[in-house]
T-cell receptor, first 112, second 118 residues
Framework: SQQGEEDPQALSIQEGENATMNCSYK?????LQWYRQNSGRGLVHLIL?????REKHSGRLRVTLDTSKKSSSLLITASRAADTASYFC????????????FGQGTILTVHP | GAVVSQHPSWVICKSGTSVKIECRSL??????MFWYRQFPKQSLMLMAT?????????EQGVEKDKFLINHASLTLSTLTVTSAHPEDSSFYIC??????????????FGPGTRLTVL
């Protein structure tokens, strides 16, 4: 079952603006990951944040994790049209080693 | 980075036929692979966990006799959709688990296979 919920479900912005997507989950986790999926394609791993980390950066990506609120956010700064894709959070860990549970995803559209 | 391939990338078949989808880890060994299904505009749903040399573990609600999984080597897992019906039409994605210390619990995903059952 899907334990992650993401909001917004869809986000439309102009190039250069920042995009923030949120993810909430229900059970305890060892880590949380963000993936990107272009339409009809496979997933690309963006970033992994462990449960003992609060913030992580990778290029234009910034991920935060609040385990007390069971939530995470993905910020894409200075967005580009090429960032247009679906973004999913996925939680893993606990007793289910390796298994990931995906959120519902956010469809991001960046207009040039 | 680690590369996972899937074959075929798309397949169209008649109702009642069986379709085999291959998932290969190209530059690393994967004792564990996962199979997901994704319907249009929806998220990925885990179908089963494929372990090399042992039986697959299926998620609740997934028919093991309909979705046959074979993980015969450390680089290959196959998913066979038996007696496919139109409702099996979906995007099937596999992933391979790498357990290196630096990328703990990181999965690398294949490009997906689009199955259309007529």
């Amino acid at each position: 079952s899907q334990q992650g919920e993401e909001d917004p479900q869809a986000l439309s912005i102009q190039e250069g603006e920042n995009a923030t997507m949120n993810c909430s989950y229900k059970t305890s986790i060892n880590n949380l990951q963000w993936y990107r999926q272009n339409s009809g394609r496979g997933l690309v791993h963006l970033i992994l944040i462990r449960s003992n980390e609060r913030e992580k950066h990778s290029g234009r990506l910034r991920v935060t994790l609040d385990t007390s609120k069971k939530s995470s956010s993905l910020l894409i700064t200075a967005s580009r049209a090429a960032d247009t894709a679906s973004y999913f959070c996925a939680t893993g860990g606990g007793t289910s080693y390796g298994k990931l549970t995906f959120g519902q995803g956010t469809i991001l559209t960046v207009h040039p | 980075g680690a590369v996972v391939s899937q074959h075929p990338s798309w397949v169209i078949c008649k109702s009642g036929t069986s379709v085999k989808i291959e998932c290969r880890s190209l530059d690393f060994q994967a004792t564990t692979m996962f199979w997901y299904r994704q319907f249009p505009k929806q998220s990925l749903m885990l179908m089963a966990t494929s372990n090399e040399g042992s039986k697959a573990t299926y998620e609740q609600g997934v028919e093991k006799d309909k979705f046959l999984i074979n993980h015969a080597s450390l680089t290959l897992s196959t998913l066979t959709v038996t007696s496919a019906h139109p409702e099996d039409s979906s995007f099937y994605i596999c992933s391979a688990l790498t357990s290196s210390g630096r990328t703990y619990n990181e999965q690398f995903f294949g490009p997906g296979t689009r199955l259309t059952v007529l």
